[in-house]
């Protein structure tokens, strides 16, 4: 049984060690002439005006936890579509349960004005 692991574990190690390989051939044929300019923070081409530690608007994060569960709710419906042959009139009634469920709350969110941007 272990046998059938050792295809794996090659890969594995191989993939590991060509990394490792590259980063070091990168580090040691690299050129590293630095300087001021190159050290310096870099804010959109101009010096920082501002504490990096300022406060974000609530609305940033509320945008952005939005997309990551509609995009990670959106990722259900590839597996989905491959096995819909398989998974039958069954499969087919949930994954519209499930779209149903998606719309109502996007609605919601719509209708509350989260997805606005001032």
Same mark, same amino acid.
């Given at each position: 049984?272990?046998?059938?692991?050792?295809?794996?574990?090659?890969?594995?190690?191989?993939?590991?060690?060509?990394?490792?390989?590259?980063?070091?051939?990168?580090?040691?044929?690299?050129?590293?002439?630095?300087?001021?300019?190159?050290?310096?923070?870099?804010?959109?081409?101009?010096?920082?005006?501002?504490?990096?530690?300022?406060?974000?608007?609530?609305?940033?994060?509320?945008?952005?936890?939005?997309?990551?569960?509609?995009?990670?709710?959106?990722?259900?419906?590839?597996?989905?579509?491959?096995?819909?042959?398989?998974? @039958?009139?069954?499969?087919?009634?949930?994954?519209?349960?499930?779209?149903?469920?998606?719309?109502? @709350?996007?609605?919601?969110?719509?209708?509350? @004005?989260?997805?606005?941007?001032?």
């Amino acid at each position: 049984m272990l046998e059938q692991y050792l295809p794996i574990l090659l890969f594995i190690l191989i993939g590991l060690g060509l990394g490792l390989a590259l980063i070091i051939v990168g580090f040691v044929l690299g050129p590293s002439n630095p300087n001021a300019e190159k050290l310096s923070p870099y804010e959109c081409g101009f010096e920082a005006f501002e504490d990096s530690r300022m406060r974000f608007d609530v609305r940033y994060y509320l945008v952005a936890i939005l997309f990551i569960i509609f995009d990670l709710e959106i990722a259900f419906l590839f597996p989905w579509a491959v096995a819909l042959d398989d998974v @039958g009139l069954f499969g087919f009634a949930s994954m519209g349960v499930f779209l149903v469920i998606l719309l109502i @709350g996007f609605l919601y969110e719509w209708k509350k @004005g989260a997805l606005e941007w001032e």
